[in-house]
């Protein structure tokens, strides 16, 4: 059975950080997204998707730093390396932890500042142009000029902002090679 001390511990907050980050990402990226567009009309999909994102990005930058401030201690046959954010900086960890972990927080922070309000705002434009056009972004072409420049635009944003997703998600496993290469 395990010791009270084990909850004064940073291990398992880590584990569980880090598990809540590659679920949620697994999920909204490669389920829910997906399943939520095939199922849902698309003015229902974007209202979900436009709660969803500032959610799931704020936890794309807050999970990877509270990885690193829990980051435990690894014991070798020398000594033990330091934990927590003095841990991560340590020079045998910058590829490995660093990296990783940054490149997370990074991907949340682009898409939660920078990329996720311009498709907002793109989206917002698009349905403002929709009603002056009285045709949908979506439907069949063809569309004004000013509808195929947002339409180009929102394609853009969101290519973006899926390629971005996809180096987060990517870093992420590779932090849990490293995670699980720690526990043998």
Same mark, same amino acid.
């Given at each position: 059975? =395990?010791? $009270?001390?084990? /909850?004064?511990?940073?291990?398992?907050?880590?584990?569980?950080?880090?598990?809540? &980050? @590659?679920?949620?990402?697994?999920?909204?990226?490669?389920?829910?997204? #997906?399943? *939520? /567009?095939?199922?849902?009309?698309?003015?229902?999909? =974007?209202?979900?998707?436009? *709660?969803?994102?500032?959610?799931?990005?704020?936890?794309?930058?807050?999970?990877?730093?509270?990885?690193?401030?829990?980051?435990?201690?690894?014991?070798?046959? #020398?000594?033990?390396?330091?934990?927590?954010?003095?841990?991560?900086?340590?020079?045998?960890?910058?590829?490995?932890?660093?990296?990783?972990? *940054?490149?997370?927080?990074?991907?949340?922070? =682009?898409?939660?500042?920078? #990329?996720?309000?311009? +498709? $907002?705002? +793109?989206?917002?434009?698009?349905?403002?142009?929709?009603?002056?056009?009285?045709?949908?972004?979506?439907?069949?072409?063809?569309?004004?000029?000013?509808?195929?420049?947002?339409?180009?635009?929102?394609?853009?944003?969101?290519? *973006?902002?899926? @390629?971005?997703? &996809?180096?987060?998600?990517? =870093? $992420?496993?590779?932090?849990?090679?490293?995670?699980?290469?720690?526990?043998?």
């Amino acid at each position: 059975m =395990a010791s $009270t001390s084990l /909850f004064y511990s940073a291990a398992p907050y880590h584990i569980i950080s880090y598990g809540t &980050l @590659l679920g949620s990402e697994i999920f909204q990226s490669f389920i829910g997204g #997906i399943v *939520a /567009f095939r199922s849902l009309p698309r003015a229902q999909f =974007a209202t979900l998707q436009s *709660a969803l994102f500032p959610i799931y990005f704020s936890m794309q930058s807050v999970l990877p730093v509270l990885l690193a401030l829990t980051f435990p201690a690894e014991r070798t046959a #020398i000594g033990t390396t330091p934990s927590s954010l003095s841990g991560v900086l340590h020079p045998s960890n910058r590829l490995h932890v660093l990296t990783p972990l *940054a490149i997370v927080f990074g991907a949340g922070l =682009a898409n939660s500042l920078v #990329i996720g309000p311009q +498709t $907002t705002k +793109t989206m917002r434009l698009r349905k403002h142009q929709e009603t002056k056009d009285g045709k949908r972004s979506y439907d069949a072409p063809p569309h004004s000029p000013e509808m195929q420049k947002l339409n180009r635009k929102f394609g853009q944003l969101h290519g *973006a902002s899926s @390629l971005v997703n &996809l180096f987060a998600v990517l =870093a $992420t496993i590779w932090y849990g090679f490293t995670l699980g290469d720690r526990l043998l």
